[in-house]
């Protein structure tokens, strides 16, 4: 048995010697970095290394090595609360009755599709032929798709080089899909609109992400940014290494938008030494749901003409209105109404096909329109979107139906109507009766859902939730959504997530339960909350 181990010991010594001379043969050319003799294996290094590599080296990565931006960024609407969720919903799964409710409720993201909410046929008959281009000369086609739908593939297709969309694209994105957005713009706004300013990315947040590389600099470079805001924001800005320059929205009138409020953050942060690059300003609002009017949004132009900043504009709930009141102004459409131009103002909108009526989430697709830079700065911009060499084809196709949908006479028409002002009537009739049962709960006030996907109901915790709160080592708002998860498995954000004027608490709920869950989600928040405010009434 001893010979029979020596041997087999000999013969793989043997054989390790041999592959490490050839790999010195192959590369005995390339003397630059390797020995000139071949190496020899060392017993004692053998053995060490051996040793070595049985006890656990440590990890080249700690909290204390990795990039502090990364630290220091968060993102509350899939953080700890949503965790916890998808825990208790994988011990539902496996142990059906172990929590005292049958389902998560998710009201905590935008993201329509994984709540019910069907997609819109045209949409996905398109993107369906343009994935498998083969079947549009089958002669069932015909009856399986619309002819407008038919046509529309063949037109994007002729765009697309080789009609192959399983391949990179221009790093803007397909000529002829920017030219349906161009023209959606114009449409919607009255006033031209450049192909060439548009650039295709994966969602709008990428689109976010590439401005905040080119406007930061340092800690000294500062984003004016909502509060509360969308964390993709707060989120952008640390991990770029900025400084988030917050500005207070008025909860007492709607959740205004003052410029003396603008101004005073202004100058606050310049005191500091801090260079204010951009303003962010989120219409329809996510998370507080309110619709500027068109006189605030000139008040806002005419601010960052002023002082010389960028207007960022994020724009992805623009169909997303449900109040008869208030319409969606874009912001090039304010600007150029005023009569500044391309030389007078820099601006950027946003927009998504994960909002809307559309809620594609996960096809990932949207655009930023770039305007009032100049040539040079427009090149670096297009630098930056060429490292990630394109965005995905489909957003991009989708992107281009959501700014180009079936018109009046088109063979899809009525059937796209009826699904898109089926789904916003729905939402709108949803997010009164979510108001409405905020309203009805005691310490709690809501303010009109005048747009967007989502309430943002302010608290009044009693003290002695807020003491347990601090013995929990936790804010209130977030105290009191874990406890509301684990009683109901309603998912809310806590209003801390977004940002609020400190001493207020708040949660994020969304309207995108679809209506038949609505009422389970009114009775078992109004249970809980009765209960709770009994527990820690003082």
Same mark, same amino acid.
């Given at each position: ?49 051996? *040793?070595?590599? &049985?006890? +656990?080296?440590?990890?080249? /990565?700690?909290?204390?090595?990795? $990039? =502090?931006?990364? %630290? ?22 496996? *142990?059906?009755? &172990?929590? +005292?409710?049958?389902?998560? /409720?998710?009201?905590?993201?935008? $993201? =329509?599709?994984? %709540? ?423």
């Amino acid at each position: 048995m001893r010979k029979s181990v020596a041997g087999r010991l000999k013969n793989a010594l043997a054989l390790s010697y041999q592959q490490n001379h050839r790999r010195w043969f192959l590369s005995s050319s390339h003397s630059r970095f390797f020995s000139s003799s071949p190496p020899v294996l060392d017993s004692a290094a053998s053995t060490s290394m051996a *040793n070595s590599s &049985s006890s +656990p080296s440590p990890s080249p /990565l700690t909290l204390q090595t990795i $990039n =502090p931006k990364v %630290l220091k960024c968060e993102y509350a609407v899939r953080g700890e609360i949503v965790t916890l969720a998808q825990r208790l919903q994988e011990e539902l799964q496996k *142990n059906p009755g &172990s929590h +005292p409710f049958d389902e998560i /409720l998710y009201c905590n993201i935008g $993201n =329509p599709q994984s %709540l019910g909410q069907q997609p819109i046929t045209f949409f996905r008959e398109v993107l369906a032929l343009c994935d498998h281009p083969a079947i549009l000369d089958k002669s069932e086609t015909q009856g399986l798709f619309s002819a407008d739908a038919i046509e529309r593939a063949w037109q994007i297709l002729d765009q697309i080089p080789g009609r192959a969309t399983g391949a990179y694209s221009h790093s803007q994105g397909i000529k002829g899909l920017r030219d349906a957005i161009a023209a959606g713009i114009e449409a919607r706004d009255g006033y031209p609109a450049n192909p060439n300013d548009i650039f295709l990315t994966d969602g709008a947040s990428p689109a976010v992400h590439m401005m905040m590389q080119l406007l930061i600099r340092s800690e000294k470079d500062g984003i004016l940014c909502p509060i509360p805001q969308y964390p993709l924001y707060s989120a952008s800005i640390a991990l770029h290494g900025g400084t988030l320059v917050p500005y207070y929205l008025d909860e007492a009138s709607g959740w205004g938008l003052e410029t003396f409020e603008l101004k005073k953050q202004l100058e606050a942060a310049k005191s500091k030494g801090i260079s204010v690059r951009a303003l962010v300003v989120i219409n329809p609002g996510n998370p507080t749901g309110q619709v500027l009017a068109e006189g605030n949004q000139r008040d806002i132009v005419e601010f960052c003409k002023q002082e010389g900043l960028v207007l960022l504009a994020d724009e992805v709930y623009q169909e997303n209105v449900y109040v008869p009141d208030k319409e969606f102004h874009s912001f090039k459409k304010v600007s150029r109404s005023m009569g500044y131009g391309e030389e007078d103002i820099a601006l950027v909108s946003f927009q998504s096909v994960s909002k809307g009526y559309y809620g594609e989430c996960g096809k990932r697709g949207g655009y930023m329109e770039v305007t009032g830079f100049s040539a040079d700065i427009r090149e670096q911009i297009y630098k930056v979107a060429s490292v990630n060499l394109c965005s995905n084809i489909s957003g991009q196709i989708l992107a281009s139906l959501v700014m180009s949908p079936p018109k009046v006479g088109d063979e899809s028409y009525e059937s796209y109507r009826a699904e898109r002002d089926g789904i916003l009537s729905s939402l709108a009739r949803r997010a009164k009766t979510l108001e409405d049962a905020f309203n009805n709960l005691e310490g709690i006030t809501c303010n009109k859902a005048e747009g967007a996907m989502y309430l943002f109901p302010c608290i009044n915790l009693p003290q002695k939730a807020i003491k347990a709160a601090e013995a929990a080592k936790t804010a209130p708002d977030a105290f009191y959504a874990h406890r509301l998860l684990n009683a109901t498995g309603i998912v809310f954000v806590p209003g801390s997530g977004f940002g609020q004027i400190p001493g207020t608490w708040h949660f994020r709920c969304t309207i995108l339960p679809q209506e038949d869950k609505i009422p389970a989600i009114v009775s078992r928040l109004t249970d809980f909350h009765k209960g709770f405010m009994d527990e820690f009434r003082d």
